[in-house]
């Protein structure tokens, strides 16, 4: 089992940034793909970006050209850099990762980070 542990949430002005981190208890390596979803208050959880072990990454129309999702897989860290932020962005932030091994797919969650985009 693989734990994920968001942190770098937080209440933010509009316009600012923030960065988020995943920290993986084991190597991300293999890991597929590492992802970054987010849910509001009455809202559906939503994919915001993505990156799979080649590096290509998938951003949400909302979010493309503000943030950018990285991962190292040496500190085993996923990223997810928000710039530009909207009061719309305020959300649950949740990363993901997806592995496949022997032709099973394990999918693991963290717990979650709260970004706040207010003035």
């Known amino acids: 089992q693989v734990r994920l542990l968001e942190t770098g949430g937080g209440l933010v002005q509009p316009g600012g940034s923030l960065r988020l981190s995943c920290a993986a208890s084991?190597?991300?390596?293999?890991?597929?793909?590492m992802a970054w979803y987010r849910q509001a208050p009455g809202k559906e959880r939503e994919l915001v970006a993505s990156i799979i072990s080649g590096g290509s990454t998938s951003y949400a129309d909302s979010v493309k050209g503000r943030f950018t999702i990285s991962r190292d897989n040496t500190k085993n860290t996923a990223y997810l850099q928000m710039n530009s932020l909207k009061p719309e962005d305020t959300a649950v932030y949740y990363c993901?990762?997806?592995?496949?091994?022997?032709?099973?797919?394990?999918?693991?969650w963290g717990q979650g980070t709260q970004v706040t985009v207010s003035s």
């Open positions: 993901k990762a997806v592995e496949s091994r022997r032709s099973i797919v394990y999918n693991y």
């Open positions: 084991a190597s991300i390596s293999s890991m597929n793909l």
